[in-house]
């Protein structure tokens, strides 16, 4: 089993900045891609960051210029840098990696809820 667990979230002016971090436990082999996500009220879940273990990173449209994604693979460790926060940012992230076990697996972390005030 392995566990992703999220921080960082929290309650933010528009213009202020968050820094969101996840961190992978458990048993595995190695991680691939990781990645976040969000879910504002009402929305699907949407794409908003991923990175591999070599360090290609994909942005949507909406977080390009803004939010930054990295990783420190000897920590099993995402983060999301997001800047210039908006209030249509509000949402819950989510931490999702692909893991390396007996196959590949997806894992998701709990959730970490952002508010933006405008």
């Known amino acids: 089993q392995v566990q992703l667990v999220e921080s960082g979230g929290g309650l933010v002016q528009a213009g202020g900045s968050l820094r969101l971090s996840c961190t992978a436990s458990g048993s595995f082999f190695s991680i691939n891609r990781m990645g976040w996500y969000r879910q504002a009220p009402g929305k699907q879940r949407e794409l908003v960051a991923t990175i591999t273990s070599g360090g290609s990173t994909d942005y949507a449209d909406s977080v390009k210029g803004r939010y930054t994604i990295s990783r420190d693979n000897a920590k099993n460790t995402v983060y999301l840098q997001m800047n210039n926060l908006k209030p249509e940012d509000t949402a819950v992230f989510y931490c999702?990696?692909?893991?390396?076990?007996?196959?590949?697996?997806?894992?998701w972390g709990q959730g970490t809820q952002v508010a933006v005030s405008s």
């Open positions: 999702n990696a692909l893991v390396s076990q007996n196959g590949w697996l997806v894992y």
